[in-house]
């Protein structure tokens, strides 16, 4: 018998055998599996390779090279490498991995691929291919398809589109708002750009809503900015498809794009010559009397609905606005007969709907605008007035998170909505009046409230109801002089809107106050110092102040009353509390969806 065999079994048994040699394994990750390498495999987009080393013996480092020229190093398991295929040309590809124990043994791996981004189909192909993944919320295969049709086309516009919107849906803001400012650095006015970036401002908005700071003005200040590039960027986007179009009063494509632009005055230019001999076309008088309304212009509205009766035809929205202008002059029983003849021509109207949530918040009914808000909500397609309705809703109930919810869904729908920017300023004002809140928090939530009027008077520029707003939170601020600008700014905006004149008689009552104090200490240091020159001044610039202030404080409070004889007439100077509760009920201004909607 041979001893061969039995020495090395023995030695084997001893553990003399030969140790096993040091290799590595290579592995395509494909979604979250790891794919054994055989070569030959083709690369697209980012790509990551795993590496699995065989061996007993600690790892020191895994390397990998592309060609000759090393990549990475990784130090620590799990051993992963990505690629950027789309930083390679087209073609042929060698990949080395080289790894080293602490024993002094290495290894290598060497794959041979090909990395087909398919540039060569052009940057068209590639942007179609992106859109359908964007469509299906694959968005880093969109991502992937708009790299590879930038690098077929550095300067395609469709591609940073591509990408800016794959970034926005994934959460990457600052990568979408560089793609869409790439683009507008070539195409100012490309529409697609802007809708991305009022996009992104509006997201940056309810971020900062959403993030502690203890730098609460900070927050304030950031928030507006945000809001009003994206309601600037709306409007004029507005402006610009309204500009573009054909002056033409009987055009409802043109009325319409001005109503969507709130450029009510243009409406009401372009059809008063028109209508009295267009009785028969209710289109135009509706969209003349929606006009009316948003002006504050009720009795024209009046007159105008009351001829459409006698020489027109009355639809479902004529009632709707008919219900809403008799509940703007006082007639309740008027407005509870019209918005009854608008549901029974029609009761899914959105214009009917709209109509009867404004009216249950003008007359405070909280279970009105539950059942109205509701209503909206249901439709098929839910439009910004719904979200609006339902913040106002949850507002009245004191229900924060949900009024916010609701706010930002409408602000989303349509970021120049000056509608719900003031309803938010409001709610921000009586969040401020929550019983036992810290002066810190109070002035923050006038702040906020101011920067919501603001947001609203970017909307509209003419905005009575924006001017007021701001000067009511200014006015419980004690910010006397901003107060009585602002008011009065409002009542020359919207000269007809009674809550503008009411605001500024308290502004100017708060303002006279302020002086009278001032007035009794000039006198009493006065009396002390009799020969102090400043008091003196002082004291006669007081003097000569007061009368036009009592002055323009009566002729505003006898013009609200003129203007809202129901609820106004006969009462005394208001205070900020009577004016805000006027202001934020009976003293609104319409909403009610557009005659386009209707």
Same mark, same amino acid.
């Given at each position: 018998m041979s001893v061969l065999p039995l020495l090395t079994a023995f030695l084997a048994l001893q553990g003399g055998g030969a140790k096993p040699k040091f290799s590595i394994d290579v592995y395509l990750m494909q979604g979250k599996s790891p794919v054994a390498v055989k070569g030959g495999e083709s690369l697209t987009g980012e790509v990551t390779f795993v590496i699995k080393p065989i061996t007993t013996n600690p790892i020191q480092a895994i390397e990998m090279y592309v060609g000759d020229d090393l990549r990475e190093t990784d130090g620590s398991t799990p051993y992963e490498f990505k690629l950027d295929s789309l930083s390679e040309e087209d073609g042929p590809i060698k990949l080395r991995f080289k790894g080293f124990t602490s024993e002094g043994e290495n290894a290598e791996k060497l794959v041979s691929l090909n990395v087909d981004n398919g540039v060569s189909l052009g940057a068209e192909a590639h942007v179609v291919k992106g859109n359908a993944y964007l469509a299906e919320s694959k968005f880093d295969e969109a991502l992937t398809e708009g790299r590879i049709a930038l690098k077929a086309d550095k300067d395609s516009v469709p591609a940073r589109l591509l990408l800016g919107r794959a970034n926005f849906a994934k959460g990457a803001f600052d990568k979408a708002q560089k793609n869409a400012e790439d683009v507008l650095e070539v195409d100012k006015k490309n529409r697609d750009a802007r809708e991305l970036i009022i996009s992104l401002n509006v997201q940056k908005a309810f971020s900062a809503t959403s993030k502690a700071t203890t730098d609460r003005r900070e927050t304030v200040d950031a928030i507006k900015k945000a809001l009003m590039t994206a309601a600037k960027m709306r409007t004029a986007i507005r402006d610009e498809d309204l500009d573009a179009m054909k002056r033409d009063g009987t055009s409802i494509e043109f009325l319409d794009a001005a109503i969507k632009a709130r450029r009510y005055s243009l409406?009401?230019?372009?059809?008063?010559?028109?209508?009295?001999?267009?009785?028969?076309?209710?289109?135009?008088?509706?969209?003349?009397?929606?006009?009316?309304?948003?002006?504050?212009?009720?009795?024209?509205?009046?007159?105008?609905?009351?001829?459409?009766?006698?020489?027109?035809?009355?639809?479902?929205? %004529?009632?709707?606005? @008919? #219900?809403?202008?008799?509940?703007?002059?006082?007639?309740?029983?008027?407005? /509870? !007969? &019209?918005? *009854?003849?608008?549901?029974?021509?029609?009761?899914d109207s959105l214009g009917v709907k709209t109509a009867q949530a404004y009216i249950a918040i003008k007359r405070d009914r909280a279970k009105a605008l539950a059942d109205a808000a509701s209503a909206l909500l249901r439709d098929g397609e839910v439009r910004s007035e719904a979200y609006y309705f339902a913040a106002a809703l949850a507002n009245r109930l004191t229900q924060i998170?949900?009024?916010?919810?609701?706010?930002?869904?409408?602000?989303?729908?349509?970021?120049?909505?000056?509608?719900?920017?003031?309803?938010?300023?409001?709610?921000?004002?009586?969040?401020?009046?929550?019983?036992?809140?810290?002066?810190?928090?109070?002035?923050?939530?006038?702040?906020?409230?101011?920067?919501?009027?603001?947001?609203?008077?970017?909307?509209?520029?003419? %905005?009575?109801?924006? @001017? #007021?707003?701001?000067?009511?939170?200014?006015?419980?601020?004690?910010?006397? /002089? !901003? &107060?009585? *600008?602002?008011?009065?700014?409002?009542?020359?905006?919207?000269?007809?809107?009674?809550?503008?004149?009411?605001?500024?008689?308290?502004?100017?009552?708060?303002?006279?106050?302020?002086?009278?104090?001032?007035?009794?200490?000039?006198?009493?240091?006065?009396?002390?110092?009799?020969?102090?020159?400043?008091?003196?001044?002082?004291?006669?610039?007081?003097?000569?102040?007061?009368?036009?202030?009592?002055?323009?404080?009566?002729?505003?409070?006898?013009?609200?009353?003129?203007?809202?004889?129901?609820?106004?007439?006969?009462?005394?100077?208001?205070?900020?509390?009577n004016v805000f509760k006027y202001f934020n009920t009976t003293g609104r201004t319409p909403v009610i969806s557009t005659p386009a909607r209707g």
């Amino acid at each position: 018998m041979s001893v061969l065999p039995l020495l090395t079994a023995f030695l084997a048994l001893q553990g003399g055998g030969a140790k096993p040699k040091f290799s590595i394994d290579v592995y395509l990750m494909q979604g979250k599996s790891p794919v054994a390498v055989k070569g030959g495999e083709s690369l697209t987009g980012e790509v990551t390779f795993v590496i699995k080393p065989i061996t007993t013996n600690p790892i020191q480092a895994i390397e990998m090279y592309v060609g000759d020229d090393l990549r990475e190093t990784d130090g620590s398991t799990p051993y992963e490498f990505k690629l950027d295929s789309l930083s390679e040309e087209d073609g042929p590809i060698k990949l080395r991995f080289k790894g080293f124990t602490s024993e002094g043994e290495n290894a290598e791996k060497l794959v041979s691929l090909n990395v087909d981004n398919g540039v060569s189909l052009g940057a068209e192909a590639h942007v179609v291919k992106g859109n359908a993944y964007l469509a299906e919320s694959k968005f880093d295969e969109a991502l992937t398809e708009g790299r590879i049709a930038l690098k077929a086309d550095k300067d395609s516009v469709p591609a940073r589109l591509l990408l800016g919107r794959a970034n926005f849906a994934k959460g990457a803001f600052d990568k979408a708002q560089k793609n869409a400012e790439d683009v507008l650095e070539v195409d100012k006015k490309n529409r697609d750009a802007r809708e991305l970036i009022i996009s992104l401002n509006v997201q940056k908005a309810f971020s900062a809503t959403s993030k502690a700071t203890t730098d609460r003005r900070e927050t304030v200040d950031a928030i507006k900015k945000a809001l009003m590039t994206a309601a600037k960027m709306r409007t004029a986007i507005r402006d610009e498809d309204l500009d573009a179009m054909k002056r033409d009063g009987t055009s409802i494509e043109f009325l319409d794009a001005a109503i969507k632009a709130r450029r009510y005055s243009l409406v009401v230019d372009s059809l008063e010559k028109e209508i009295p001999n267009q009785y028969k076309r209710t289109d135009l008088v509706n969209r003349l009397a929606f006009s009316y309304l948003m002006l504050s212009r009720v009795n024209q509205a009046d007159g105008l609905l009351k001829n459409l009766k006698k020489f027109g035809e009355y639809d479902a929205y %004529s009632f709707a606005l @008919l #219900a809403v202008n008799q509940a703007e002059l006082g007639d309740d029983n008027g407005s /509870d !007969d &019209a918005i *009854k003849e608008a549901i029974l021509n029609s009761p899914d109207s959105l214009g009917v709907k709209t109509a009867q949530a404004y009216i249950a918040i003008k007359r405070d009914r909280a279970k009105a605008l539950a059942d109205a808000a509701s209503a909206l909500l249901r439709d098929g397609e839910v439009r910004s007035e719904a979200y609006y309705f339902a913040a106002a809703l949850a507002n009245r109930l004191t229900q924060i998170n949900k009024g916010r919810s609701n706010f930002e869904k409408a602000i989303k729908a349509d970021a120049a909505d000056h509608d719900m920017y003031v309803e938010q300023g409001n709610e921000a004002i009586s969040l401020a009046l929550t019983p036992n809140l810290t002066a810190s928090d109070k002035d923050y939530q006038y702040e906020f409230a101011k920067a919501m009027y603001s947001t609203a008077l970017e909307c509209r520029p003419s %905005s009575g109801q924006a @001017l #007021a707003g701001i000067g009511i939170a200014s006015l419980y601020q004690k910010k006397y /002089d !901003d &107060a009585v *600008k602002f008011t009065e700014a409002a009542t020359k905006a919207s000269p007809n809107y009674a809550a503008a004149y009411y605001a500024s008689a308290a502004a100017l009552a708060a303002k006279d106050g302020e002086l009278a104090k001032a007035y009794t200490n000039a006198v009493n240091a006065l009396t002390k110092d009799p020969g102090n020159d400043a008091y003196r001044k002082q004291k006669s610039a007081i003097e000569s102040l007061r009368p036009a202030l009592l002055k323009n404080r009566t002729n505003s409070m006898l013009k609200a009353e003129s203007l809202d004889a129901r609820n106004l007439r006969g009462r005394s100077t208001p205070t900020v509390e009577n004016v805000f509760k006027y202001f934020n009920t009976t003293g609104r201004t319409p909403v009610i969806s557009t005659p386009a909607r209707g």
